[in-house]
T-cell receptor
Framework: DTGVSQNPRHKITKRGQNVTFRCDPI?????LYWYRQTLGQGPEFLTY????????KSRLLSDRFSAERPKGSFSTLEIQRTEQGDSAMYLC????????????FGPGTRLTVL | GQNIDQPTEMTATEGAIVQINCTYQ??????LFWYQQHAGEAPTFLSY??LDGLEEKGRFSSFLSRSKGYSYLLLKELQMKDSASYLC??????????WGAGTKLIIKP
């Protein structure tokens, strides 16, 4: 399978705990995006990378959120001191900007904060 | 501001045709995407339009009018498996996708 993969698929945590999610993009895709989605809404942009460089981060994003893409391949999204409002589906997508702007999504990580 | 508008929900009958409309306002424009999303799953790419006109792909077609800031997705010969949310997204001048809230399509037998 050469699609976008995400781990874990589900995460249940208690309020105040830290969580980390991983995304493996389609190989050789240079752009990687993180989104958050709640029920009945479209994806909400969080941040994106061009290779290893984080080029943009949503102004709505709390300082508790951080993302890395250390070698320009996989990426991690960490949420510190989770709150119940962080409960959502976290989606990762990748694209090859040189060829197309089409973003291909992974299956998502569903986070539940108790 | 940037905004995407699409109906919240639509209902159609199996075997029929349905058109889902989308209007957009973005700072700059570099194309319009449609994605399908089944409940609990990730969005999957359906179509991309950057020039005015109709793009046909099997049972699905997508239309764009840049001057009107308008697009639609046309689904023919509806099947029960087409029950899903359909997301419209516009690519702005920074090549960022601006997403609509999605249209939930309910197919009845």
């Amino acid at each position: 399978d050469t699609g976008v993969s995400q781990n874990p698929r589900h995460k249940i945590t208690k309020r105040g705990q830290n969580v980390t999610f991983r995304c493996d993009p389609i190989s050789e895709h240079n752009r990687l995006y993180w989104y958050r989605q709640t029920l009945g809404q479209g994806p909400e942009f969080l941040t994106y990378f061009q290779n290893e460089a984080q080029l943009e981060k949503s102004r709505l994003l709390s300082d508790r959120f951080s993302a890395e893409r250390p070698k320009g391949s996989f990426s991690t999204l960490e949420i510190q001191r989770t709150e119940q409002g962080d409960s959502a589906m976290y989606l990762c997508a990748s694209s090859d900007r040189e060829i197309t702007d089409t973003q291909y999504f992974g299956p998502g990580t569903r986070l539940t904060v108790l | 501001g940037q905004n995407i508008d699409q109906p919240t929900e639509m209902t159609a009958t199996e075997g029929a045709i349905v058109q889902i409309n989308c209007t957009y306002q973005t700072s700059g424009f570099n194309g319009l995407f449609w994605y399908q999303q089944h409940a609990g799953e990730a969005p999957t790419f359906l179509s991309y339009n950057v020039l005015d006109g109709l793009e046909e792909k099997g049972r699905f077609s997508s239309f764009l009018s840049r001057s009107k800031g308008y697009s639609y997705l046309l689904l023919k010969e509806l099947q029960m498996k087409d029950s899903a949310s359909y997301l419209c997204a516009a690519l702005d001048s920074n090549y960022q996708l601006i997403w609509g809230a999605g249209t939930k399509l309910i197919i009845k037998p």
